[in-house]
């Protein structure tokens, strides 16, 4: 039994602010270790289930927020930031089931604490197939294209409930509730270790039941960022098409490969907004 673990920051318990989440800030050392703590109960819940073999993959900001040598022994970490299937890398078809730890709602989200669509600073909003999406949406299509079902997700309320109407047969634990983009009621960290611990537990138990999302023919993706400059810089990339001023669009039938373009967009982006800032 093999599990993958996707594990983002902005989800985790007692995460409430983006000084909370970026190198350098005033609360960021002490949050990556909620960060490394809750990923840790994850992949104990899911050996006390049976997995043999664990990868975590790195999925926020510069994506090097783990703490290496406090992360559970039996788990292979993917630290880095340059990656071609970015929140998903490492996953391949052999996988029984994905994790998605410390996840949010996306950009928009009423309430959702911290919430965004992979570039904060860069993206307005992101629909795939015609509908907004989030992070989760996105990575399980790309889940969906190696056929691995998503059996698990944490985060706040407002993500896990859009998880459960989208991904059939998911398990979620919501660690606290979002009363504002900066405000949460949220668990102890312990409260929501032993709840992401127990739920990982039955999420690998339940794998086999759980089906993978279909994969579709054609994934239409389109991105309204924040500033004109960005949609224009982007749309130089062949097979881009600029819808209007702040839009863009970019059509594939494979999402391992869409990975790899979108990495590139949010790279121009970032350059056409004329800041480094993730």
């Known amino acids: 039994m093999k599990v993958f673990i996707s594990a983002d920051m902005e989800g985790i318990s007692g995460v409430t602010d983006w000084e909370d989440t970026i ?27 049976g997995a043999t073999e664990i990868v975590v993959n790195e ?32 996953l391949d078809e052999t996988f029984d089931a994905i994790f998605f730890i410390g996840f949010h709602g996306k950009a928009g989200e009423k309430d959702s604490i911290l919430n965004h669509t992979f570039l904060g600073s860069c993206i307005q909003r992101l ?9 989760a949406d996105f990575n399980a299509a790309v889940a969906s294209n190696f056929k691995v079902p998503v059996t698990l997700l944490t985060g706040d309320q407002q993500i896990c409930e859009d998880a459960k109407k989208k991904i059939p047969g998911i398990h979620t634990v919501a660690v606290k509730k979002g009363i504002g983009a900066f405000t949460a009621q949220s668990l102890h960290p ?14 690998v138990e339940s794998a086999k039941s759980i089906q993978p999302l279909k994969k579709e023919q054609l994934y239409t993706i389109d991105i309204e960022f924040k500033h004109t ?6 749309s130089y990339m062949p097979t881009i098409e600029l819808l209007d001023g702040r839009t863009i669009r970019y059509v594939t039938d494979d999402l391992i490969e869409g990975s790899k373009v979108l990495m590139a967009i949010l790279l121009l982006a970032i350059q056409g907004s004329n800041s480094m800032t993730l």
């Open 127 to 135: 629909l795939l197939n015609g509908e907004e999406a989030s992070e």
């Open 190 to 203: 312990t409260v929501a270790q032993e709840k992401i611990r127990a739920t990982a537990k039955l999420a």
């Open 59 to 90: 999925s926020h900001g510069p994506m090097r927020n783990l703490i290496p040598d406090e992360l559970h022994p039996k788990a292979e970490l993917v630290r880095g930031f340059y990656k071609p299937l970015l929140m998903m890398q490492g």
């Open 23 to 49: 190198p350098g800030k005033r609360t960021y050392e002490y949050s990556r270790r909620l960060l490394t703590q809750d990923v840790n109960a994850a992949i104990e819940g899911a050996l006390e289930a």
């Open 229 to 234: 400059n960005m949609a224009t810089v982007v």
